[in-house]
């Protein structure tokens, strides 16, 4: 059954704010991931990032709302420049939703206070007006009826809706996601790509890490691809998935579309 | 002729068993059992040892352990936040503490309390006072290393999705992390309440008054007031275990309904 509220076609219904990264660099030790980097995303765009393991997808996205320090360059989110020393992080934080792909849901929490906790103890709202809010967002994602159930009363579907909610609570300005599909059951994925698709509809301004090139496809206004830490190739989604024009990127494109195939001629 | 591995099994079962038969009729045989029953088992005489053994032993035995069990919980999650600070001193601090306190007798520190900081400072403290010191200080020790424990087992997404959330460090610590945390360790926390409880016995260091006893004081009393011999101290002894057993118990659900919350 899928029970995600479809046809919202509200477009503009939420403030978006865009990113701007400038010659962004990352290295662990020796190993730099991140080799120069030049993103910009508009406000209400979909971006979608795919390239290899390894290529430094999850680590821009992580950079961008500073779970990992760049070594370089400059981040702009919304009216902060996230790459200054002296940047309200916390603040910064609370514009941008963040969605990982283990979840990361609360597991002491019921589904509604993993919505509710971070709306009363950041931005101080009442106990009442978080319960409303997150009770929007829940059945927003499609899980309003479940919002007593506790994380593992939940599968993994509805586990990463209930964490696109709890972001979606704070009322960010920008979502990011981190492979929000690739620890799922084929079965629930299509729920979670639904609730981006919607919330894409809705005019969120969004940097997905995916492999779900159907989603990417459809959703993204851009593609991005990435290998060994730089950007190798960028445009128009069904572009760069349909006719890529980097050799990089049409090998990619061909194992991951045709994951059975093999390559006898090499 | 040989025997299959199943038959070796159950014949190597009747050999262990018939062990510790033949070692149990030996104990028994061995026993002096006419002294015994005057000098242990004597539970004719020690009628005089109830209810106070209750009113006041038991009380204070839960008095002390309680009051120390806060001192420690306190202490122990102090220490173990300072142990995964990321500003050196405080790690030094809370591992020389914790290598300390773990390493001395717990006897030492009750004399330390009682006697030696007293007198270094010209104060008086009372003996709740000095036990509930002495025995947070040592259990703060054995909690903080429990609680890093527990701290360390939380994932670290669980952190990231706080901060995530715009959540600051201590925030995310207070409602997040720290409450799995106290989860995860409920049942080795549980542990350490049980030696507490044995532990709050070294306060007989002090010099009790009557209405200070507490249960191991208390039985001690018995054995020269009541002429039962060690009777008075084996009704001691039964009751440390109407409070370690039910704890004990109390630790097994825990572990069980933790187990079955992990997917």
Same mark, same amino acid.
Request: charged residues 15%.
């Given at each position: 059954m899928n029970d995600v509220v479809q046809n919202a076609d509200d477009r503009g219904a939420v403030k978006a704010a865009g990113v701007a990264i400038t010659d962004l660099r990352k290295s662990y030790g020796s190993n730099e991931v991140l080799k120069g980097i030049? &993103?910009? =995303? %508009? #406000?209400? %765009?979909? =971006?979608?990032? @795919?390239? #290899? /393991?390894? +290529?430094?997808? /999850?680590? &821009? &996205?992580?950079?961008?709302?500073? &779970? %990992?320090? #760049?070594? *370089?360059? +400059? @981040?702009? =989110?919304?009216?902060? *420049?996230?790459?200054? #020393?002296d940047v309200d992080i916390d603040k910064m934080r609370r514009k941008v939703g963040m969605v990982f792909q283990q979840f990361n849901l609360f597991p002491h929490l019921s589904a509604l206070k993993n919505c509710t906790i971070a709306q009363t103890k950041v931005l101080k709202r009442s106990e009442s007006d978080a319960s409303a809010v997150a009770m929007r967002n829940l059945e927003r994602v499609g899980l309003g009826h479940l919002a007593d159930r506790f994380p593992d009363q939940l599968s993994g579907g509805q586990q990463q809706r209930v964490a696109i909610a709890r972001a979606l609570s704070m009322d960010p300005e920008l979502m990011l996601f981190d492979e929000p599909t690739s620890a799922l059951d084929p079965e629930t994925v299509g729920d979670v790509l639904a609730v981006m698709r919607n919330l894409a509809r809705e005019g969120m301004t969004m940097l997905v890490v995916t492999h779900e090139m159907g989603f990417a496809r459809e959703v993204a206004d851009r593609v991005v691809f990435m290998d060994g830490g730089v950007v190798v190739e960028e445009g128009v989604a069904e572009q760069v998935i349909s006719a890529p024009t980097h050799n990089r990127t049409k090998e990619f494109l061909r194992r991951v579309l045709d994951p059975t195939h093999i390559d006898i001629a090499e | 002729m040989a025997m299959t591995a199943r038959q070796r099994a159950r014949v190597s079962l009747y050999v262990q068993a018939g062990i510790f038969v033949v070692a149990v009729v030996a104990l028994i045989l061995a026993t002096d059992w006419k002294t015994i029953s005057t000098s242990v088992f004597n539970f004719g005489k020690i009628g005089p040892m109830f209810p106070d053994i209750i009113l006041v032993g038991l009380k204070n035995t839960l008095i002390y352990t309680a009051l120390g069990f806060m001192v420690g919980l306190s202490g122990g999650l102090l220490l173990a936040l300072m142990k995964l600070s990321s500003f050196p001193l405080y790690r030094w601090l809370a591992t020389g503490y914790i290598e300390f306190f773990r390493g001395i007798p717990a006897l030492l520190v009750f004399i330390a309390f009682g006697y030696g900081v007293p007198l270094a400072f010209g104060v008086s403290w009372n003996v709740t006072v000095v036990a509930m010191i002495s025995l947070g200080m040592v259990a703060a020790a054995y909690i903080a290393e429990t609680l890093r424990a527990g701290l360390q087992a939380v994932p670290k997404g669980q952190m990231e999705a706080a901060r995530s959330l715009g959540m600051p460090q201590w925030r995310a610590m207070v409602s997040i992390v720290i409450p799995q945390a106290f989860r995860i360790v409920l049942p080795p926390l549980t542990n350490e309440v049980i030696l507490l409880t044995k532990d709050s016995s070294l306060i007989y260091v002090l010099g009790l008054t009557a209405s200070q006893y507490e249960l191991t004081k208390f039985g001690r009393d018995g054995i020269s007031s009541l002429g039962a011999g060690l009777t008075p101290l084996l009704v001691a002894g039964a009751f440390y275990l109407v409070i370690t057993i039910p704890l004990s118990l109390l630790a097994r659900k825990f572990e069980s309904r933790s187990a079955r919350t992990k997917r």
């Open positions: 030049t &993103l910009n =995303v %508009e #406000p209400g %765009e979909v =971006v979608c990032l @795919i390239g #290899p /393991s390894g +290529s430094g997808k /999850s680590t &821009l &996205l992580r950079c961008v709302n500073l &779970l %990992e320090q #760049p070594n *370089e360059g +400059s @981040i702009h =989110v919304g009216g902060f *420049e996230a790459t200054d #020393p | -």
